[in-house]
Structures are given as C-alpha cells and as structure tokens.
C-alpha cells in the first residue's frame, strides 16, 4: 500500500522560505511522477511542482523562479524548497505520486494523471502572513 507523508509545513512571514518534505513508501513504480499540490480555502486544488522518474520538472507560474521540487538518491524523499514566500502561498500542501501513463503528462499544469490514479498524503498546512 502506496504511503505519502508530508512534512515542514508552518507559519512564516512574507519572503520568508520553507522547505516541505514527502516520504514515500509502499510503491516499486520504475517510471512515476511525483507532486505537489496546494488547496486554500475556497479555492480549487492546483498543481505546484512535480518531478518524475528521470529527474525532469515542471513548475506552476506562480512557482517557478521562487520553489524548487527535488528527490534523494534513494527516491523516497520528495522535498519542496520554498522560497520568497508571499502571502497568497498560504494552503494546505498535498504530496502525490503516481505511475507515468501513456497520455497522461507529468506536469504541473495537468493534475489528471494524479486525479484518476494518484495516491495522496494527508497535507501539510503553510501560512505566510504579510
């Protein structure tokens, strides 16, 4: 059984930097992707970061030039750095994993491969105030 457990989540002040942590487990998957997702209230889920098995990434507009997705050697770490934090980064972080599929892209702008066949942590709340 596939388990995703996120980690680093907290309170900061604007341009202020975390850095989240994914610990995977349960899963063999030679080819996957990887992710992080945020949800703030009232708001949708949306796609952040995500990398896959070859090391390969993509990043949201309002990510990119601020966060930087990663893994160990091992693979079983996924981590998130997060820096320059602005107040409307502030959501529950969820950390996701699935196989790669043919037609299903890993990116961070088509949540679909994770929506039909992901697993998912239990989130780790960030707060940034101004």
């Known amino acids: 059984r596939v388990q995703l457990v996120e980690s680093g989540g907290g309170s900061v002040q604007a341009g202020g930097s975390l850095r989240l942590s994914c610990l995977a487990s349960?899963?063999?998957?030679?080819?996957?992707?990887m992710g992080w997702f945020r949800q703030a209230p009232g708001k949708e889920r949306e796609g952040v970061a995500v990398?896959?098995?070859?090391?390969?990434?993509s990043y949201a507009d309002s990510a990119k030039d601020r966060f930087t997705v990663s893994q160990d050697n091992a693979k079983r770490f996924m981590y998130l750095q997060m820096d320059s934090l602005k107040p409307e980064d502030t959501a529950m972080y969820y950390c996701?994993?699935?196989?790669?599929?043919?037609?299903?892209?890993?990116?961070?702008?088509?949540?679909?491969?994770?929506?039909?066949?992901?697993?998912w942590g239990q989130g780790t709340q960030v707060t940034v105030s101004s």
């Open positions: 996701a994993a699935a196989a790669l599929r043919y037609g299903l892209p890993c990116s961070a702008q088509a949540s679909d491969l994770f929506t039909r066949f992901g697993d």
């Open positions: 349960g899963y063999s998957y030679d080819y996957y992707c």
């Open positions: 990398i896959d098995s070859y090391g390969s990434t």
